[in-house]
């Protein structure tokens, strides 16, 4: 399930962006994703996660109420719509795969079956 990230970019303080991230294959759907970001100068972190039919998802509390992820299993593709960005949410943002909900977390990030290439979102003040 190759990945690719696509949708950062430069935003005020205050705005949106929706990132989009497509899977090839025929397996999507056997895989819980997550997003993950890095900041400059910081370990990489657990965003969110949305389980293999999309019933269940997660946020860090940092995102909680401002960022929602989604998929769509038609078209092998998940999203994270990005609401009410802060500064400090600029990183450079990956999505992951992993068969497991559960394991889509920052203590297990070194264990994602797949990681997309990132994409960069810069939140200005």
């Known amino acids: 399930v190759p990945l690719q990230a696509c949708g950062g970019g430069l935003v005020q303080a205050g705005g949106s962006l929706r990132l989009s991230c497509a899977a090839s294959?025929?397996?999507?759907?056997?895989?819980?994703m997550g997003w993950f970001r890095q900041a400059p100068g910081k370990e990489r972190e657990f965003v969110a996660r949305i389980s293999r039919s999309g019933g269940t998802t997660d946020y860090a509390d940092s995102v909680k109420g401002r960022f929602a992820i989604s998929r769509d299993n038609e078209k092998n593709t998940v999203y994270l719509q990005t609401n009410s960005l802060k500064p400090e949410d600029t990183a450079v943002y990956y999505c992951?795969?992993?068969?497991?909900?559960?394991?889509?977390?920052?203590?297990?990030?070194?264990?994602?079956?797949?990681w997309g290439k990132g994409t960069l979102v810069t939140v200005s003040s």
């Open positions: 992951a795969a992993h068969p497991h909900f559960g394991f889509i977390a920052t203590a297990f990030s070194g264990r994602m079956d797949y």
């Open positions: 294959g025929r397996t999507f759907s056997n895989y819980a």
